[in-house]
């Protein structure tokens, strides 16, 4: 009876932690049924970026960074990945350094979307 009831409360948990996932990721990049697009971020900031965030704008956190480890955009650099098409917020910065307040984007399909990053908050 006991482990019954482990395995009930271990499934509930997990139930509840799928709910939670865009909490923490800031949601999938690439979602089922929506057209792909390429999304480049260009650092034009004197600033190197080796953090940014993107999230969906239902998700409520601005998530994980999505940069691999290790990975910096110095100046007139960029990185790109493949997204759905649709509303997104990102915010970008260097750790021990800081960020900018975020950006909220509505990325169009059809298209390359490219964010050209100055540091600058407007």
Do not use: H
């Amino acid at each position: 009876m006991n482990t019954k009831l482990a395995v009930a409360a271990a499934g509930a948990l997990a139930l509840g932690l799928t709910g939670c996932e865009s909490l923490i990721t800031g949601g999938d990049l690439v979602r089922e049924g929506l057209p792909t697009v390429r999304f480049i971020f260009e650092n034009t900031s004197p600033q190197p970026i080796d953090t940014i965030l993107i999230s969906t704008c239902e998700a409520s956190s601005y998530g994980l960074d999505r940069l691999p480890e290790g990975v910096v955009v110095g100046r007139g650099q960029s990185y790109e990945w493949t997204i759905s098409a649709g509303c997104y917020d990102v915010m970008a910065g260097a750790v021990g350094v800081g960020s900018t307040s975020g950006k909220r984007i509505n990325v169009p399909a059809g298209r390359t979307f490219v964010l050209t990053f100055d540091g600058q908050d407007r």
